[in-house]
């Protein structure tokens, strides 16, 4: 038995739904998806234990489950784009990323357990969808602000190593003051001391001169 059920889905992100399914049946959903839209199924199966009469309260591990997606619209020789995933386990994921506007058709086969391949069983199927919706405007409002935050780093660390090379060129003019400081000092100490030699020299020349010719009686 083919049940099919009709979603149109616009405005909510997330969505749930639980129903039973037996084996081999097939439980489809059209859903009318927006463009650059990534769908994605996360599904849990309980399987029915006749032995405890009741559900398991955990995804039964042998459970499988068939997933067939197909997108209404003709395309070349009139056949559906239709992408088929099976799942071996109680839980599953499924994601699938619409890049056009259109109507896709969301299939689930329950198939039969490992352990009961010929016995007709009953499982509790819990669905959630997840819709994650790609604006141009928001990609590129991201972009641009990625841009200015790169830019901003780049610039930070530009200013921040221009005031390290300020430092350092603010360290070397001090020790080159300090040098050039030093050096003007010894240059006038040395100055003053060499003027004081020659004078000392001259005076002492001119005293022995002096007593040179008083002596000779040149004078």
């Known amino acids: 038995m083919l049940d099919l059920l009709l979603l149109v889905l616009v405005l909510p992100c997330v969505h749930a739904l639980t129903t039973t399914m037996t084996t081999w049946e097939t439980k489809c959903f059209i859903e009318d998806v927006p463009d650059r839209t990534m769908i994605t199924y996360n599904y ?10 009741a559900y398991h309260t955990e995804p039964t591990p042998d459970a499988k489950m068939f997933f067939t997606i197909s997108e209404l619209r003709k395309v070349g020789d009139g056949d559906h784009i239709k992408r088929i995933q099976e ?6 994921v499924l994601h699938y990323f619409a890049e ?15 352990s009961k391949e010929w ?10 969808v997840e819709r994650q ?5 928001e990609e590129l409002i991201a972009e641009t602000q990625d841009a200015i935050t790169r830019t901003l780093q780049k610039t930070l660390r530009k200013v921040k190593q221009i005031k390290m090379e300020q430092r350092y060129y603010k360290k070397r003019e001090q020790e080159f003051r300090s040098i050039s400081w030093l050096t ?7 100055g003053a001391l060499t003027a004081i030699t020659v004078i000392a020299c001259g ?10 010719f008083i002596a000779k009686k040149l004078v």
């Open 44 to 53: 849990k199966i309980h399987m029915f234990d006749d032995q405890l009469d």
């Open 87 to 92: 799942f071996n386990g109680g839980t599953g």
């Open 100 to 114: 056009e506007y259109g109507e896709f058709k969301f299939c689930l086969e329950l198939h039969p357990q490992k």
């Open 119 to 128: 016995q007709m069983t009953t499982g509790k199927l819990h669905l959630v």
């Open 133 to 137: 919706y790609q604006d141009d405007a």
């Open 184 to 190: 003007a000092n010894r240059v006038i100490w040395f």
């Open 203 to 212: 005076c002492f020349m001119m005293q022995n001169l002096r007593s040179f």
